[in-house]
């Protein structure tokens, strides 16, 4: 509430004549056009609610996805440096761009690893809008449905009986259905439409972080995730940064 005041301060004295390019200023100015008798219809009631959503879905998310990935490299050396060394190699020690991110397939793997095991979002409601007929189930129209994305990354029958062990190399090959068995941003039309620019953002900090540090777990870390919405780590994840080349 705060900044969205001192925006329309800066307005108010003359400082600007707009609330700015980002999302926030781009939802305060429609706001301003309705008051003229343009633009949609928001309050600011929405627009708050508008900013707590991108939030989370788009910064606690990543940062969650971040935080349990560096805690699994750290966790396992061995990984930690096949993954430095691909990157290394691909982007010959320099910050990665677009075109070799695609190239970074052990990465990616342990990102998928991570997500397996720690999907920022352990459920994934859905509300049938139609009576719906799915196998011998008759789901009413109004039905909420709650896909539990954390039991089925879970799941033994699945994935195997090494389920809760940190391998990234079962995402080498397609032996799960992607879409059914692996669901961290869930799948269809309704699927998460930030799901390329988190996966983006990701790659390029992990892989700029690996090659500048070598990391290990420390001896204060407690290992206690928790799930408030999202799944987190109770006591956060302490990591000893070590660089690469003081």
């Known amino acids: 509430m705060e900044i969205i005041q001192s925006r329309k301060d800066c307005i108010e004295i003359g400082r600007t004549s707009s609330y700015g390019n980002d999302l926030l200023g781009m939802l305060l100015n429609e706001m301003q056009k309705k008051k003229t008798g343009n633009g949609f219809s928001i309050n600011l009631q929405l627009i708050m609610d508008e900013c707590?959503?991108?939030?989370?879905?788009?910064?606690e998310t990543t940062a969650l996805l971040l935080t349990w990935t560096v805690m699994l490299l750290a966790s396992n050396p061995s990984w930690q440096d096949k993954v430095r060394a691909e990157v290394n190699q691909v982007c010959n020690a320099g910050s990665p761009s677009i075109d070799?991110?695609?190239?970074?397939s052990l990465l990616n793997m342990v990102i998928n690893e991570s997500l397996r095991l720690y999907p920022p979002a352990t459920v994934l409601p859905r509300m049938a809008f139609e009576d719906i007929k799915l196998g011998d189930l008759n789901i009413p129209k109004g039905l909420s449905i709650w896909m539990p994305v954390l039991a089925i990354h879970?799941?033994?029958?699945?994935?195997g009986k090494d389920v809760n062990v940190f391998n990234p190399d079962r995402f080498a090959s397609k032996s799960f259905a992607p879409g059914r068995h692996f669901i961290p941003f869930a799948a269809g039309p309704r699927n998460c439409i930030g799901q390329s620019f988190a996966l983006m953002e990701a790659k390029i900090i992990l892989a700029m972080l690996i090659s500048k540090f070598s990391f290990t777990i420390?001896?204060?870390y407690r290992h206690a995730p928790v799930i408030v919405l999202t799944i987190k780590p109770k006591y956060g994840v302490q990591i000893c940064l070590n660089p690469l080349n003081p």
């Open 52 to 59: 707590k959503t991108f939030f989370f879905a788009g910064h």
């Open 218 to 220: 420390s001896d204060h």
């Open 100 to 104: 070799q991110l695609s190239k970074l």
């Open 154 to 159: 879970h799941s033994e029958e699945i994935w």
